[in-house]
């Protein structure tokens, strides 16, 4: 697979750029930012995937997360993975919460979605192969962590594949979509009518039935605009009832805007770093 | 002056807020960001004064300078003013680096934009009067930085008005305009063809006749694109003839981004910091 470098900016010592590639998972070009930290000039360093939202790109989280300056301080890189396949070719809709930018981290099984809408594909296994051969990343310490419909990709991610994920943690996440107008809508759109194939894309479902057998970390705001859509306390519900190790913590004040994300940036990169170095 | 509030966003423990006001000095509406710490819950705290450059509003640096979480942690606020006057009634110019986005922090002498390109007196006497009129900040501590076109703002005014700003510092300046094509059209356009009156706000000749009488920080990236516009080196003579104290730092392999803004804003807030509290 073919790579090619749209910008690198120097930051923080590092290494932030953004590159494009045509992805089979997804059969387009694709777009993504990897921060390197300075170590990851002297050998392979830990990686953590930041996962976004809703109407979101590769560059929102990049460009005003804040995150470069923690992950160069703890020497990890960051992947800031677009949301959706992008071109004139895919499918799309008028709702700003289905279709581009929202491709809520799933294989699509339906038209007009199937044919492209393969983001967990993508995130899962081409981009980590991708980074892991043309970059200096550790394949065997990576950690997972989104924003939003980011956080429920991070969350199902890892619980999937918790031998790929040694560390995950969410911002406001999107924790139980079949029971939310954010996912019920976008779920019978990619995965069909037949609720039991969405079980395996609702945190709170997953958290019920596997949990993650590391500590989880999860950040809400109180005052986010979107909690009867988030539903963390469904998540928080499930995690209590598993004995789940991990931290959700309700912060007050904050709302569902990267100011809420990047107050608690910092706490969540050494988080991932503790775990993965 | 009456104020609206745009939004309001918790930050790091404090809150990033957007704002607009009718302005006396352009006769406009104008917006600005302010940050303030939760430090001001309790008294009044320094104000830091952010400038931006081409092209931005008050909202560029607000998203991409990772700045709130220095200024929370060392207790003051930050201003994001914009860098010029809205509307349609304000002269405008299809080039990118005249008219709107692209102030100079001058008041302008000349047709069409006389009326309302009006930024000095907006930044230096009317900002200052309705944010400490209307939020806990100290109008005595007081310290100015900005980043290109807004470096340059920062720099001039901090010398004109040594006795309003305890502190100062740049982030890659246009530290030469009457003889940079970053400059030249734009002071002969808002101020006329007498250079004469283009002295006052030219940092290079403001540093060889008045200098600043506390320490002077400046980051400048080695790879930044803009080298032959900002002439840091027409500077540093005028500094080191002076032998003005303080910092010009040459920055190896940073470009004129908002990576590179962010990489030393840690730096910058904490040198504000220092003389302002």
């Known amino acids: ?120 594909d993508y995130v899962v296994d081409e981009l980590p192969d991708l980074i892991g051969d043309n970059f200096a990343i550790d394949r065997d310490a990576m950690g997972i962590t989104g924003h939003s419909m980011g956080g429920h990709g991070a969350l199902t991610i890892a619980m999937t594949h918790p031998d790929r994920y040694a560390s995950v943690s969410a911002f406001a996440p999107i924790a139980n979509p079949s029971q939310s107008d954010w996912g019920r809508k976008q779920l019978s759109a990619y995965l069909g009518e037949d609720e039991d194939t969405w079980r395996a894309h609702d945190s709170s479902i997953l958290m019920t039935e596997r949990g993650y057998p590391g500590e989880v970390l999860i950040d809400q705001g109180s005052d986010d605009q979107f909690l009867d859509l988030l539903k963390p306390e469904t998540l928080a519900q499930a995690m209590m009832a598993r004995r789940q190790p991990g931290q959700l913590r309700m912060q007050p004040g904050y709302d569902h805007s990267y100011f809420f994300v990047q107050s608690f940036m910092a706490d969540h990169v050494m988080w991932h770093a503790e775990r993965l170095l």
């Open 1 to 120: 697979m073919s790579l090619e470098t749209v910008s690198e900016n120097r930051c923080f010592g590092g290494t932030q750029g953004v590159y494009t590639h045509q992805s089979g998972a997804t059969g387009t070009p694709m777009t993504f930012g990897l921060f390197l930290p300075e170590a990851a000039q002297h050998g392979r360093v830990p990686v953590l995937w930041y996962l976004s939202g809703l109407t979101c790109t590769h560059e929102n989280a990049m460009t005003k997360a804040a995150a470069q300056g923690w992950c160069a301080e703890a020497g990890i890189a960051i992947v800031f993975p677009d949301t959706s396949p992008r071109g004139d070719d895919v499918a799309d809709d008028d709702a700003y919460d289905l279709g581009k930018g929202a491709g809520f981290y799933v294989n699509a099984t339906r038209d007009p979605w199937k044919p492209h809408f393969r983001m967990w």
